[in-house]
């Protein structure tokens, strides 16, 4: 099985040391800033695994919260 991971994190460096970390681990590994570029991931791709930070910036959900709302899905 493809090991697939998806990061989100509005830090750009935060995804890039997930990648550096990470690299070794997973077949794929995609970096997100945003929920609906994770989103579109998600739909394009069989994701295995999925880190997100828990605050995601001003004015938008915590993560916790985006996780609750991709697995209600």
């Known amino acids: 099985m493809k090991r697939v ?5 509005d830090e750009v460096d935060i995804c890039r040391l997930f990648r ?5 681990s ?3 590994i995609h ?3 945003t929920q609906a570029e994770a989103e579109a991931v998600l ?4 994701v295995t695994h999925v880190v997100v930070d ?3 910036g001003e004015g938008r ?7 609750t709302a991709w697995r209600r899905r």
């Open 5 to 9: 991971l998806l990061v989100m994190d």
């Open 61 to 67: 959900p915590l993560g916790t919260q985006v996780l």
């Open 20 to 24: 550096r970390m990470l690299a070794k």
């Open 26 to 28: 997973f077949d794929e």
């Open 31 to 33: 970096l997100c800033q």
């Open 43 to 46: 739909e394009a791709h069989e």
């Open 54 to 56: 828990h605050y995601l």
